[in-house]
């Protein structure tokens, strides 16, 4: 399900993709580094990173990787950066990135409009 040390290496991630595992393993790692839980910090991070990427060239490129292969990167980067602050297993982070990945695509959707509860 992870991949593997060796496995990662030899797999050459887009760009942006290995711009972005970098980016959101050493910001969530500073907001665990500063008191916050993993679950707060992962929150804070995912806001953080979507706003820097609204208008990146590198959004398509990003949202084109599967959910799946990109929270098991985020979570093998994170855990080489800062295991020794995170105290939930690796398939614990992995589950919870996951959940708040596929959480935030429930968000974007847009929602019919409803006229004073009617609809």
């Known amino acids: 399900m992870f991949p593997s040390a060796e496995s990662a290496n030899q ?25 916050l839980s993993v679950e707060n910090a992962a929150q804070i991070t995912s806001r953080k990173t979507l706003k820097s990427l609204i208008f ?16 098991s990167y985020l979570t093998k980067e994170i855990f080489n950066n800062c295991a020794n602050e995170i105290f939930i297993s690796v398939k614990e982070l ?7 990945a596929n959480r935030g695509s429930d968000e974007r959707t847009p929602k019919p409009f409803k006229s004073f509860g009617i609809g």
Not at 11 to 35: H, M, Q, R, W, Y
Not at 94 to 100: A, K, P, R, Y
């Open 11 to 35: 797999l050459d991630l887009p760009p942006a993709v290995s711009d972005l595992t970098k980016n959101f393993s050493n910001t969530i790692c500073l907001e665990i580094s500063s008191g």
């Open 56 to 71: 990146s060239d590198s959004l398509k490129q990003i949202l084109s990787f599967s959910k799946v292969d990109l929270t």
């Open 94 to 100: 992995n589950q919870f990135l996951l959940d708040l």
